[in-house]
C-alpha cells in the first residue's frame, strides 16, 4: 500500500510541477493562462493530498494490527498455536490439552472429516494397539452394505493419522517399511 501512496504523490507532484512551469513560471503567467492551467493544478495538488491521506490511513491501520493476531474461522489464534477441537467445541494447544478422550474418537473425527460425514455417523472400534500404532474396523451410519471397513493408524508427533482406511487389500510392505508398523498390529487381521 505504501507504494501505491508514493506514487500518487510522485504523479501529484509531477502534474503540478509540469503544469506550473509548462512554459513560463506561474508568477509570470496572466490571468487567462492561470485560469486555463488551474484544473490540472487542482487535480495534482488533490493527487498528493489522497497520497499522503493513504500514508496516514496505513500507518494506523499497521498500528493497530496485533501481531500473530491471525485467527481462523473458529476464532483460534493460530500464532499462538490454537486449533479448533470439535469434541470440545473450543479453541486449545493440542501439546497442552488432548483434543480427544480416546484413539477411537480422533479416529471418528479425522474419518468422519475425510468423508464428509457428522461424526456421530461414524463407529470406530479399536481392535489392536500398540503405542503408536492402531487397527481397527468402522461402520458409517446403520452399517449396510459398503459401509464400513478397516483402518490402520499411527501417531504422527502428537496426532494420530489414518495410513490406511477401506476394503481393500492393505500393503503390509508400504506400513512395515514407511510407517514401521509392529507385526502384533498387522498380524493376522491386515496382513496374514
Given at each position: 500500500m505504501d507504494f501505491i501512496s508514493y506514487l500518487i504523490i510522485a504523479v501529484g507532484i509531477g502534474l503540478s510541477a509540469w503544469v506550473a512551469v509548462k512554459q513560463k513560471p506561474w508568477w509570470k503567467l496572466t490571468k487567462e493562462e492561470k485560469k486555463k492551467r488551474m484544473p490540472m493544478v487542482i487535480a495534482g495538488s488533490v493527487l498528493v493530498v489522497l497520497g499522503i491521506v493513504l500514508m496516514v490511513w496505513q500507518s494506523s491501520v499497521q498500528k493497530n494490527k496485533i501481531i500473530g493476531g491471525e485467527k481462523d474461522e473458529h476464532g483460534c489464534l493460530i500464532a499462538a498455536g490454537y486449533s479448533w477441537c470439535e469434541?470440545?467445541?473450543?479453541?486449545?494447544?493440542?501439546?497442552?490439552?488432548?483434543?480427544?478422550?480416546?484413539?477411537?474418537?480422533?479416529?471418528?473425527?479425522?474419518?468422519?472429516?475425510?468423508?464428509?460425514?457428522?461424526?456421530?455417523?461414524?463407529?470406530?472400534?479399536?481392535?489392536?494397539?500398540?503405542?503408536?500404532?492402531?487397527?481397527?474396523?468402522?461402520?458409517?451410519?446403520?452399517?449396510?452394505?459398503?459401509?464400513?471397513?478397516?483402518?490402520?493408524a499411527a501417531k504422527m508427533g502428537n496426532i494420530w493419522q489414518v495410513v490406511f482406511d477401506g476394503n481393500g487389500s492393505v500393503d503390509c510392505e508400504k506400513m512395515r517399511q514407511e510407517y514401521k508398523f509392529p507385526e502384533e498390529i498387522l498380524v493376522p487381521n491386515f496382513c496374514d
Amino acid at each position: 500500500m505504501d507504494f501505491i501512496s508514493y506514487l500518487i504523490i510522485a504523479v501529484g507532484i509531477g502534474l503540478s510541477a509540469w503544469v506550473a512551469v509548462k512554459q513560463k513560471p506561474w508568477w509570470k503567467l496572466t490571468k487567462e493562462e492561470k485560469k486555463k492551467r488551474m484544473p490540472m493544478v487542482i487535480a495534482g495538488s488533490v493527487l498528493v493530498v489522497l497520497g499522503i491521506v493513504l500514508m496516514v490511513w496505513q500507518s494506523s491501520v499497521q498500528k493497530n494490527k496485533i501481531i500473530g493476531g491471525e485467527k481462523d474461522e473458529h476464532g483460534c489464534l493460530i500464532a499462538a498455536g490454537y486449533s479448533w477441537c470439535e469434541p470440545k467445541n473450543k479453541c486449545l494447544r493440542i501439546w497442552e490439552e488432548a483434543c480427544y478422550a480416546s484413539v477411537e474418537q480422533e479416529i471418528q473425527y479425522i474419518l468422519a472429516e475425510k468423508y464428509s460425514r457428522p461424526a456421530d455417523e461414524v463407529k470406530v472400534t479399536v481392535l489392536k494397539q500398540d503405542g503408536n500404532f492402531a487397527g481397527g474396523s468402522v461402520i458409517f451410519g446403520q452399517g449396510g452394505p459398503g459401509e464400513g471397513g478397516i483402518f490402520l493408524a499411527a501417531k504422527m508427533g502428537n496426532i494420530w493419522q489414518v495410513v490406511f482406511d477401506g476394503n481393500g487389500s492393505v500393503d503390509c510392505e508400504k506400513m512395515r517399511q514407511e510407517y514401521k508398523f509392529p507385526e502384533e498390529i498387522l498380524v493376522p487381521n491386515f496382513c496374514d
